[in-house]
Nanobody, 122 residues
Framework: VQLQASGGGSVQAGGSLRLSCTTSRRTSRPVFLGWFRQAPGKEREFVARTTWSGDTSSYAHNVKGRFSISRDNAKNTMYLQMNNLVLDDTALYYC????????????????WGQGTQVTVSS
């Protein structure tokens, strides 16, 4: 599986961005897809997760209610809609996929996309 992330950028606090992650499946179909982020000097953290079919989702407590993860199967694309962004959302965002595990840590991720930078300013 190859993952290609895009959509990052700079935005003021309170603004919105939508990240995209296009998936191309070459081997086993990943069951779980999601996002992690890593801010400078901090450890990578889980952000959100959905399934290949997009029927269920899970969020980190600090983004719940502000972020929404979704999937368009026709386009093989996963989205992360980020609203009401705050300074602490500044990070490099990575899309991730697991063949068989509902990950909340990177230990169970089988595939990673390249990062896309999100910068929130005051």
């Amino acid at each position: 599986v190859q993952l290609q992330a895009s959509g990052g950028g700079s935005v003021q606090a309170g603004g919105s961005l939508r990240l995209s992650c296009t998936t191309s499946r070459r081997t086993s179909r990943p069951v779980f897809l999601g996002w992690f982020r890593q801010a400078p000097g901090k450890e990578r953290e889980f952000v959100a997760r959905t399934t290949w079919s997009g029927d269920t989702s899970s969020y980190a407590h600090n983004v719940k209610g502000r972020f929404s993860i979704s999937r368009d199967n026709a386009k093989n694309t996963m989205y992360l809609q980020m609203n009401n962004l705050v300074l602490d959302d500044t990070a490099l965002y990575y899309c991730a996929a697991s063949i068989d595990y509902p990950f909340i840590t990177g230990n169970h991720v089988n595939y990673w996309g390249q990062g896309t930078q999100v910068t929130v300013s005051s």
